[in-house]
Protein backbone atom coordinates (compact mmCIF):
# COMPACT_ATOMS: atom_id res chain seq x y z
CA UNK A 1 0.00 0.00 0.00
CA UNK A 2 1.10 3.56 -0.80
CA UNK A 3 1.97 5.53 2.35
CA UNK A 4 1.64 8.73 0.73
CA UNK A 5 -2.22 8.03 0.01
CA UNK A 6 -2.40 7.54 3.89
CA UNK A 7 -1.77 11.43 4.60
CA UNK A 8 -4.51 12.94 6.02
CA UNK A 9 -5.44 15.52 3.01
CA UNK A 10 -5.41 18.34 5.97
CA UNK A 11 -2.18 17.16 7.71
CA UNK A 12 -0.93 17.38 3.95
CA UNK A 13 -2.31 21.20 3.70
CA UNK A 14 -0.18 21.87 7.09
CA UNK A 15 2.81 20.28 5.52
CA UNK A 16 2.69 22.46 2.52
CA UNK A 17 1.70 25.58 4.09
CA UNK A 18 4.88 25.26 7.03
CA UNK A 19 7.08 24.28 3.83
CA UNK A 20 6.08 28.17 2.39
CA UNK A 21 7.78 29.46 5.48
CA UNK A 22 10.85 30.46 4.29
CA UNK A 23 13.58 30.48 7.27
CA UNK A 24 15.01 33.57 5.69
CA UNK A 25 12.66 36.37 5.56
CA UNK A 26 14.65 38.42 3.08
CA UNK A 27 13.99 36.05 0.12
CA UNK A 28 14.54 38.71 -2.34
CA UNK A 29 11.62 38.47 -4.90
CA UNK A 30 9.68 41.24 -3.94
CA UNK A 31 12.36 43.58 -4.20
CA UNK A 32 11.84 46.79 -6.11
CA UNK A 33 14.74 47.66 -8.22
CA UNK A 34 13.80 51.55 -9.15
CA UNK A 35 13.82 52.19 -5.44
CA UNK A 36 17.27 50.00 -4.69
CA UNK A 37 18.90 52.45 -7.54
CA UNK A 38 18.32 55.62 -5.18
CA UNK A 39 19.74 53.51 -2.47
CA UNK A 40 22.83 52.44 -4.82
CA UNK A 41 24.65 55.82 -4.98
CA UNK A 42 26.97 55.84 -2.28
CA UNK A 43 27.90 52.07 -2.91
CA UNK A 44 28.97 52.92 -6.41
CA UNK A 45 32.39 54.57 -5.59
CA UNK A 46 33.59 50.89 -4.70
CA UNK A 47 31.19 48.51 -6.29
CA UNK A 48 31.25 50.71 -10.13
CA UNK A 49 28.34 53.40 -11.51
CA UNK A 50 27.39 49.71 -12.96
CA UNK A 51 27.79 47.24 -10.36
CA UNK A 52 30.64 45.60 -11.70
CA UNK A 53 33.83 46.82 -9.91
CA UNK A 54 37.30 47.53 -11.23
CA UNK A 55 39.17 46.59 -8.71
CA UNK A 56 39.67 43.45 -7.21
CA UNK A 57 39.34 44.48 -3.80
CA UNK A 58 35.79 45.32 -4.25
CA UNK A 59 33.64 43.00 -5.56
CA UNK A 60 31.23 43.26 -8.49
CA UNK A 61 27.59 43.21 -7.86
CA UNK A 62 25.77 43.10 -10.69
CA UNK A 63 24.28 39.88 -12.35
CA UNK A 64 24.85 38.08 -8.89
CA UNK A 65 21.77 36.26 -7.36
CA UNK A 66 19.67 38.71 -5.55
CA UNK A 67 19.24 36.18 -2.81
CA UNK A 68 22.99 35.90 -2.39
CA UNK A 69 23.46 40.06 -2.35
CA UNK A 70 20.28 40.14 0.13
CA UNK A 71 21.88 37.95 2.57
CA UNK A 72 25.37 39.08 2.33
CA UNK A 73 23.86 42.65 3.10
CA UNK A 74 21.59 41.64 6.26
CA UNK A 75 24.85 39.21 7.36
CA UNK A 76 26.51 42.77 7.42
CA UNK A 77 23.95 44.65 9.05
CA UNK A 78 23.57 41.97 11.72
CA UNK A 79 27.14 41.48 12.40
CA UNK A 80 27.34 37.56 11.04
CA UNK A 81 29.67 39.03 8.17
CA UNK A 82 32.36 41.35 9.43
CA UNK A 83 33.63 43.83 7.48
CA UNK A 84 34.48 47.16 9.09
CA UNK A 85 33.76 49.00 5.19
CA UNK A 86 30.47 47.43 5.03
CA UNK A 87 29.50 47.95 8.23
CA UNK A 88 29.15 51.40 7.56
CA UNK A 89 27.17 51.35 4.55
CA UNK A 90 24.59 48.81 5.47
CA UNK A 91 24.10 49.29 9.61
CA UNK A 92 20.81 51.70 8.43
CA UNK A 93 18.68 50.01 5.82
CA UNK A 94 15.68 48.24 6.80
CA UNK A 95 15.01 44.41 5.22
CA UNK A 96 12.81 46.39 2.33
CA UNK A 97 15.92 48.56 1.73
CA UNK A 98 18.15 45.24 1.59
CA UNK A 99 15.34 43.32 -0.78
CA UNK A 100 16.15 46.67 -3.02
CA UNK A 101 19.35 46.99 -3.40
CA UNK A 102 19.83 43.08 -4.03
CA UNK A 103 17.06 43.78 -7.03
CA UNK A 104 18.82 46.27 -8.42
CA UNK A 105 22.09 44.80 -8.59
CA UNK A 106 20.86 41.66 -9.31
CA UNK A 107 19.28 43.05 -12.60
CA UNK A 108 22.49 44.86 -14.06
CA UNK A 109 24.19 43.31 -16.60
CA UNK A 110 27.08 41.25 -15.04
CA UNK A 111 30.32 40.48 -15.70
CA UNK A 112 31.08 37.55 -13.30
CA UNK A 113 32.23 34.99 -14.43
CA UNK A 114 33.15 31.24 -13.44
CA UNK A 115 36.26 29.26 -14.57
CA UNK A 116 34.85 27.07 -17.18
CA UNK A 117 37.21 27.27 -19.84
CA UNK A 118 40.03 28.63 -17.87
CA UNK A 119 41.39 25.59 -16.17
CA UNK A 120 43.08 24.21 -18.91
CA UNK A 121 44.55 27.20 -20.17
CA UNK A 122 48.19 27.63 -19.58
C1 LIG B 1 34.08 52.16 0.65
C2 LIG B 1 33.88 51.04 -0.26
C3 LIG B 1 32.52 50.33 -0.26
C4 LIG B 1 31.27 50.90 -0.32
C5 LIG B 1 30.91 52.38 -0.41
C6 LIG B 1 30.32 49.80 -0.34
N1 LIG B 1 30.99 48.61 -0.30
FE1 LIG B 1 30.14 46.75 -0.46
N2 LIG B 1 31.96 45.90 -0.18
C7 LIG B 1 33.15 46.58 -0.04
C8 LIG B 1 34.21 45.63 0.26
C9 LIG B 1 35.68 45.94 0.51
C10 LIG B 1 33.59 44.34 0.27
C11 LIG B 1 34.25 42.99 0.58
C12 LIG B 1 34.13 42.79 2.07
C13 LIG B 1 34.40 41.38 2.54
O1 LIG B 1 35.48 40.86 2.25
O2 LIG B 1 33.51 40.81 3.18
C14 LIG B 1 32.18 44.57 -0.01
C15 LIG B 1 31.25 43.55 -0.10
C16 LIG B 1 29.93 43.71 -0.48
C17 LIG B 1 28.99 42.64 -0.72
C18 LIG B 1 29.29 41.15 -0.63
C19 LIG B 1 29.62 40.69 -2.03
C20 LIG B 1 29.98 39.24 -2.12
O3 LIG B 1 30.24 38.80 -3.25
O4 LIG B 1 30.00 38.54 -1.11
C21 LIG B 1 27.81 43.22 -1.05
C22 LIG B 1 26.52 42.51 -1.41
C23 LIG B 1 28.00 44.65 -1.01
N3 LIG B 1 29.31 44.92 -0.66
C24 LIG B 1 27.03 45.56 -1.29
C25 LIG B 1 27.18 46.93 -1.08
C26 LIG B 1 26.08 47.88 -1.14
C27 LIG B 1 24.65 47.51 -1.49
C28 LIG B 1 26.61 49.11 -0.84
C29 LIG B 1 25.88 50.41 -0.69
C30 LIG B 1 24.77 50.43 0.25
C31 LIG B 1 28.04 48.92 -0.64
N4 LIG B 1 28.34 47.59 -0.77
C32 LIG B 1 28.95 49.96 -0.38
C33 LIG B 1 33.33 47.94 -0.17
C34 LIG B 1 32.33 48.88 -0.24
Redesign the pocket.
Known sequence: MNRISTIKPVAFIALLALASVSPLSLAAGSGNAEA?KA?????????GADGN?TAP?????AG?YPD???R??QE?RDGE???P??A???EK?SDQ??RD??A??SAMPGRLSDLHGQMDAK
Not at 39 to 47: N, R, T, V
Open positions: GLAQPCQACHSIYPRLQYLAALYRVNIMVYVLDILAYF
